[in-house]
């Protein structure tokens, strides 16, 4: 028998201990990963470092809005048109201005017509719907948002009282905030404010003393990066960073995902942790109690992905008290009547509330992907359909069943899953939003709540009772006859059988926005001329005193105009184009004063007659009694309210 050269075993000799040696490396590489890691010792080492591991994620990552969400200022960020022009409101004088890669605000005082103030743009806040700008403080680290934005869609200024819903009159400085007292929380990564002078305020306001702790309180912030990056949903990476480092470690994470305790991967938690690392922002919150709140303004947050978030902090829900002396009850103004949230960063609330997350365990990444589908939303072009949720709802998969489900046109916007479930009811950043809380639609707990209804966002031209008489018909409705004994009613205070469009004139101010945004809406169920009975009533609302209203109710006005597109319409148009929503008062009603004659000089004789349930007259005039009574509930007192967000 012949035996193998010395050589030959020396080698296999070295093979075999290489290969030991190895799966020893590996072994204790798989080891290494499963160490628990506590995040609240963790350090952040920003975006940048995730990239050497991670460059298609970064990349996907970069392209979002989330990391734009704060930046220097600077020409790669700056959005805004700097060009000198005057922008002149409640007696001043902003003009925006460009030097070199500087920009800067200067402040007239337009009775006396002497330059006070020139301060420079120091850092934006948002980059998709609008842009805000923060200046500076001298003497600290204290950020200051100015007096105007720039609105990308309408590409032109827009000064904060227009922005948030609230009425004409306030004064040129309501909306002037510190940056580092609230908005750094949740446009950041890594957020620290450390404020300065907490316990000077504290005794301040324990002596008696006036303190406004929103316009008093100084800081010195730091943040792990500006914007929201990876390690605002992943976790701090310092460990993972470290392990990555060890090459046996490195090839242990590519062979066992998920195994590494270092890092987070919200895809990987169950429902309701995933869905908390979303919630951390888009779940308005508030610290347990006055000791955490003192920790949070020096040291932030202290939930980390992975954690439960209310094992941190508070969610704000209706009954929630705010710890502001006079103000406890600024919260409840945020939701609906059922409790349903009613402006943005409440997505969480408003889902915790649906079934599909209480029983089918539905979480934020069903439906929305960090890393694929449009920055606008992420959300991927399949999940823009009814996919999301015919992965549950499997019985309405056949076209047939989805007909008889939906009893709308199966191409249409009726049988797309969200109008009807998670209907526009929403309010923030300038614009309408879809409810997070998935639910049937219900007109006698939408009429009796305020509550938008689903069916009432397309069918604009219907009233509550038509709605009523409609939903008794759908399988499984148990209201057959609440409408005969009396039992429905519009909290609004307004009549039941009248067109639902006429809520941009009685309602309060959310009720107000999404009717006349959804008066132009491209969803609704008449288009071209058959909505020329809306444009009596958005001319109305282009009189309201909120600015955001009179905005909402232009561009509907214009929607409709273009999508009629009739030449006699042209000096209308021209007319509405031209109003200026946050102009004064006496330009304004001049600008309608004119618009409002060119719709009269308009010959109706051979156009449809209006819906019996718009009280219209056969020319399309709104009676003047009925048009009174319908702006004096829009201004009855308790309607009389500012919203922020």
């Known amino acids: 028998m012949n035996s193998l050269p010395l050589k030959t075993l020396s080698v296999l000799a070295i093979a075999v201990l290489v290969a030991v040696f190895s799966m020893w490396q590996l072994g204790h590489g798989f080891g290494s990963l499963s160490e628990p890691v506590d995040f609240s010792e963790v350090a952040y080492v920003g ?39 005057s922008l002149d409101f409640e007696g001043w004088r902003v003009r925006p201005v460009r030097e070199g ?53 309408d590409q032109r200024w827009v000064h904060m009282n227009g922005a948030f819903l609230g009425p004409d009159g306030r004064s040129f400085d309501a909306e002037v ?45 730091q943040v792990a990066e500006l914007g929201i990056s990876c390690e605002t949903c992943h976790g701090p990476g310092e460990v993972h960073a470290r392990r990555a480092q060890d090459r046996w470690q490195r090839l242990a994470m590519h062979l066992s995902a998920g195994r590494d305790t270092s890092i987070i991967n919200p895809v990987r938690l169950d429902a309701e942790r995933g869905s908390h690392v979303c919630a951390q922002c888009h779940a308005a919150r508030m610290p347990h109690d006055a000791d955490t709140l003192r920790a949070w303004m020096d040291s932030g947050p202290t939930f980390r992905p992975g954690d439960k978030l209310y094992d941190h902090v508070e969610p704000l829900t209706r009954e929630a008290r705010a710890p502001v002396t006079g103000q406890e009850d600024m919260f409840e103004l945020r939701f609906w009547a059922d409790g349903t949230p009613r402006l943005t960063a409440y997505e969480y609330q408003g889902q915790a509330m649906s079934a ?41 998969r056949s076209r047939s069943s989805l007909a008889e489900h939906t009893r709308h046109d199966l191409d249409g916007p009726g049988s797309l899953c969200y109008n009807c479930h998670m209907p526009h009811l929403k309010y923030g950043v300038m614009t309408l939003h879809r409810s997070h809380r998935i639910e049937n639609p219900d007109i006698h707990r939408d009429a009796t709540t305020g509550r938008p209804n689903a069916c009432l966002n397309c069918h604009v031209e219907e009233s509550v009772a038509w709605a009523a008489e409609a939903l008794t018909a759908w399988p499984g ?9 009396g039992s429905l009613y519009r909290s609004d205070g307004g009549p039941i059988d009248i067109s639902d ?59 409709i105009i273009d999508d009629w597109a009739a030449p006699e319409l ?42 019996g349930s718009s009280q219209l007259t056969d020319d399309y005039r709104l009676p003047e009694t009925l048009q009174q009574s319908l702006i004096d509930l829009g201004r009855r007192l308790d309607k009389q309210i500012s919203i922020g967000e």
């Open 477 to 485: 409705s148990e209201r057959a006859d609440e409408s005969a004994n």
């Open 356 to 396: 599909c997350h209480q029983k089918a365990e539905l979480s934020c990444s069903d439906c929305h992907s960090m890393h694929a589908g449009d920055p606008a939303g992420q959300i991927t072009d399949r999940n823009r359909g009814n996919a999301p949720c015919l992965a549950c709802h499997q019985e309405y």
């Open 501 to 559: 469009a006429a809520t941009m004139l009685i309602g309060d101010p959310v009720q107000k926005a999404i009717a006349a945004w959804r008066a132009g809406h491209p969803d609704n169920a008449i288009r071209g001329r058959e909505r020329a009975w809306l444009v009596p009533y958005l001319l109305t609302a282009m009189e309201d005193i909120y600015p955001a209203i009179r905005r909402f109710a232009r561009a509907s006005l214009l929607d």
């Open 47 to 85: 975006s940048g470092v995730c990239a050497d591991c991670h460059d298609d994620r970064h990349g996907s990552w970069y392209s979002t809005y989330h990391r734009t969400m704060t930046q220097e200022a600077g020409d790669h960020s700056v959005q805004g048109v700097f060009e000198g022009q």
């Open 101 to 153: 890669g500087r920009y800067f605000f200067e402040y007239t005082d337009l009775a006396s017509g002497q330059l006070v103030q020139r301060l420079q743009i120091h850092r934006t806040v948002g980059s998709h719907r609008y842009q805000q700008y923060l200046t500076r403080l001298p003497e600290d680290g204290t950020f200051v948002r100015l007096h105007y934005l720039w609105h990308n869609a």
């Open 570 to 611: 042209a000096d209308l148009r021209q007319e509405i184009d031209a109003f200026d929503f946050m102009a004064d008062q006496t330009s304004r009603e001049q600008s309608l004063a004119r618009a409002q004659g060119h719709w009269r000089a308009l010959d109706k004789r051979n156009w449809p007659m209006p819906p």
């Open 177 to 221: 905030a510190i940056w580092n007292q609230n908005c750094i929380f949740c446009h950041n990564t890594g957020p620290q404010p450390r404020m300065t002078n907490y316990e000077a305020l504290r005794s301040m306001a324990q002596a008696g003393e006036a303190v406004d702790v929103f316009r008093d309180a100084r800081f010195q912030s």
